[in-house]
């Protein structure tokens, strides 16, 4: 091995090796020792005695119809936030991206959300739902619209929707900007000249174009819906009567509000892999359609 | 395009990362949260007590706490750190800095299921001065052996606006319907409950716990599935309650204990089911224009008022002995000491469970607490024996549900609590 090789290696050596152990140290080994957990049935109090249970911990989540009611109400949401936040990020890209005279002023608005922690976030929106919309309803007469959304089981889901869309929408605005930028003008000229219209020119070019920037937003929004908990929790705290609890929060209720440590960790393991088996398939499913020009 | 393409793969493993650790701290986050700050074991001179830590669920207390810390200091010359109060999160950071070996030298724990769960970590009071001024059947017991001193007593029913309702017309379900209505047909609302899980079933839900011969009993029988609340006429009546409360009050889904306590103080609202604590908040209105008065809730011919204690201080058992002498020192100095007495009656406010503490300067929801304490006329806090949770994780949502739908019974509600008890014990 040559001199310079080895150097090579010795620089990669003390650029990774840090990171490796920070991540070794901080999300493998409590990883590993989580999946340990998820076999015992114990309360938290290392005083107290971990009892094996095998895969007990495992059968009993498969019973408990709160956990799956939990599973349901993510995957609604998932599916309403993925559509909602995507398209409504994409319009506003296209928008700020169109040559308006306010385009810097919409980009900074539409992001700026985005700023705003989710707890605070929250207990905004808590206000706007049941205060400022109540209000509305009470003066404009449209109170089948607009009422308290948090206390009806189906429209607090919606409201966490809502809530969820416009933190993410102005990111994903970013990253589709970044893409649509990325796109050479010399394509969309000549598309114009041979006769393409607007809607030709959007699916024909621009969104094959964008496939690495739809992998990338797709990917953030399921993993983010999949894993919400602190709008989740500042909004509804996953009332009335449970029906917004999500995956996190019924692993949080688990572990913190039952004492149930090592059922929660065998939830939170089943949820791990979920997320990662639907977010990969995701990102395959995405990196195909991407194409090079 | 080519560049993007790679940013894109970047930003899918980055992300892809924060997933992983984002999990992995779900998994695990707990047992690595504990503040480095916690260990406060800098051993100081050795002539004096070292230094110890505290750590407790009152946010109301955190700033008087700290000033007793500090008139400790000047007049001991020892150090005691108060760490900043969780509040709602209390139990769970208390448990992740004790499983991380980080815990307090005294902390406080919740009588009944929360001291149950920390009961490995109590050190003996018994042979302390002040074990022997706790007052009768107050302290908190592990064996026969003293482990934990009371907050002070709290307690808690219906607290009512005394120009608007007369204690006489309130005394079972027909003639508290009857007040509801007619307060509500001079246009303001009889009787409040909030939305938070303890001021919306947790409280109310006592008393019928309460009434049974033997509450502790009845508990461990509702546990084992062998009784139902359905079955029992306490709770029957209790339903009437609720369905009376559904019937003539606002939806308290939509009621903050704020809007609640606003309400009252400002004469919208005659009465609430509250505790001596919602004092505070009705000071911050200043000269109500009324008296207020707290009674039981006439549930069952019931006239007493729930009373019982919320906290208790414990040593940490597990902390070195050095410390564990200076905790036992600070305790007594607050228990015995002028400086230390004066600031649990008039800096936290509480009415005291030591018999070598007179109560003074109470609030008059207070007073009625601490008179109904000398005169025996209390029920007791059966809620503290529920199972771990269950209010917030399982009566609430059953209690919401039964708001939210017009059209349930008192019958279906009930069997709905027993069901959801069924989930919570298991």
């Known amino acids: 091995m040559s001199t310079r090789k080895r150097k090579d290696k010795a620089w990669y050596a003390l650029f990774t ?92 608005m539409f992001f700026l959300p985005n700023l705003i922690g989710g707890l605070i976030l929250g207990y905004i929106w808590q206000f706007v739902f049941t205060d400022a919309f109540k209000y509305i309803g009470q003066k404009t007469g449209l109170e089948s619209v607009f009422f308290n959304w948090l206390i009806d089981p189906q429209f607090a889901l919606l409201a966490m929707v809502v809530v969820f869309t416009w933190q993410m929408a102005g990111y994903t605005m970013i990253i589709y900007i970044a893409g ?114 | 395009m080519k560049k993007v393409k790679k940013v894109s793969i970047l930003l899918t493993a980055t992300a892809m990362v924060g997933l992983l650790a984002a999990c992995g701290s779900s998994t695990d986050g707990n047992k690595e949260s504990g503040s480095p700050a916690a260990s406060g074991t800098s051993s100081a001179a ?51 800095k004790l499983a991380a070996g980080e815990g307090p030298t005294i902390f406080s724990v919740a009588t009944g299921a929360e ?119 306490e709770f029957q009546e209790f339903a009437k309650f609720m369905e009376a409360i559904k019937a003539n009050s606002p939806n308290p889904m939509e009621v903050k204990y704020d809007t609640q306590m606003g309400d009252f103080a400002t004469g919208k609202t005659a009465m609430v089911h509250q505790g001596n ?45 050095d410390q564990i002498k200076a905790a036992k020192g600070f305790l007594n100095w607050m228990l015995t000491s002028d400086s230390g007495k004066n600031a649990i009656v008039n800096e936290f406010k509480f009415i005291p469970a030591m018999t070598n503490i007179e109560a003074a300067n109470l609030d008059p929801l207070s007073q009625t607490v601490y008179e109904a304490t000398k005169n025996g006329q209390t029920i007791p806090w059966a809620l503290n024996y529920f199972p771990q949770g269950i209010i917030v994780n399982d009566l609430a949502p059953a209690t919401q549900a039964f708001f939210l739908d017009k059209k349930m019974t008192g019958e279906q509600f009930l069997k709905n609590l027993d069901a959801a008890w069924a989930k919570g014990a298991k």
Request: aromatic share 12%.
């Open chain 2, 46 to 96: 050795p002539e004096k007590l070292k230094k110890i830590s505290l750590f407790q669920s009152k946010v109301e207390i955190a700033e008087s706490l700290e000033a007793l810390a500090k008139t400790y200091k000047k007049e001991t010359g020892n150090d005691v750190e108060v760490w900043g109060s969780a509040g709602d999160a209390y139990a769970t950071q208390l448990q992740a």
């Open chain 1, 17 to 108: 090796m840090p990171l490796l152990l920070v991540f070794t140290t901080v999300v493998i080994i409590p990883f590993l020792i989580g999946i340990g957990y998820s076999f015992v049935r114990w309360d938290g109090i290392p005083a107290n005695p971990k009892v094996f249970v095998g895969f007990g911990n495992y059968a009993e989540l498969l019973n408990d119809d709160r956990f799956l009611t939990s599973a349901w109400h993510t995957i609604a949401f998932t599916v309403l936030a993925l559509v909602l936040v995507n398209v409504l990020g994409l319009l506003f890209s296209l928008l700020v991206t169109a040559k308006l005279r306010v385009s810097n002023v919409a980009r900074t």
């Open chain 2, 115 to 233: 001291a149950d769960k920390f009961k490995s970590y109590y050190a003996d009071l018994s042979g302390e001065p002040f074990a022997k001024d706790i007052a009768k059947d107050m302290a908190l017991t592990d064996g026969g052996k003293v482990v934990g001193v009371p907050y002070g007593v709290e307690g808690f029913g219906l607290v009512y606006n005394k120009s608007l309702v007369d204690p006489k017309d309130v005394t079972d379900l027909a003639s508290f319907t009857k007040t509801l209505e007619k307060v509500k047909a001079d246009g303001k609302n009889g009787f409040s409950l909030s939305q938070e899980a303890y001021f919306l079933i947790g409280h109310i839900i006592n008393t019928p716990f309460a009434l049974q011969a033997d509450p502790q009993d009845f508990i461990a029988k509702l546990n084992k599935g062998e009784v139902k609340m359905a079955d029992t006429k």
């Open chain 2, 277 to 321: 604590w919602s004092y505070g908040m009705l000071k911050d209105y200043g000269d109500l224009g009324f008296d207020v008065g707290m009674m039981g809730l006439p549930l069952a011919g019931n006239d007493k008022i729930a009373v019982g204690v919320a906290s208790n201080w414990v040593v940490n058992g597990k902390a070195d002995a």
């Open chain 1, 180 to 293: 649509i930028q990325g796109i050479p003008d010399e394509l969309n000229e000549a598309a114009r000249v041979d006769g393409a219209n607007l809607w030709h020119r959007l699916t024909r070019i621009v969104f094959p174009l964008l496939m690495p920037s739809f992998t990338i937003c797709l990917f953030l929004t399921l993993s983010g819906a999949f894993k919400i908990f602190d709008v989740n929790l500042s909004l509804t705290k996953g009332g009335p009567n449970n029906a917004t609890e999500m995956f996190a929060m019924n692993i949080y209720n688990e572990i913190f509000g039952y004492g149930h440590y090592g059922l929660g960790q065998a939830k939170a393991i089943v949820f791990f892999v979920i997320v990662a088996a639907v977010t990969l398939t995701q990102v395959i499913i995405t990196k195909k359609r991407e194409v090079q020009y």
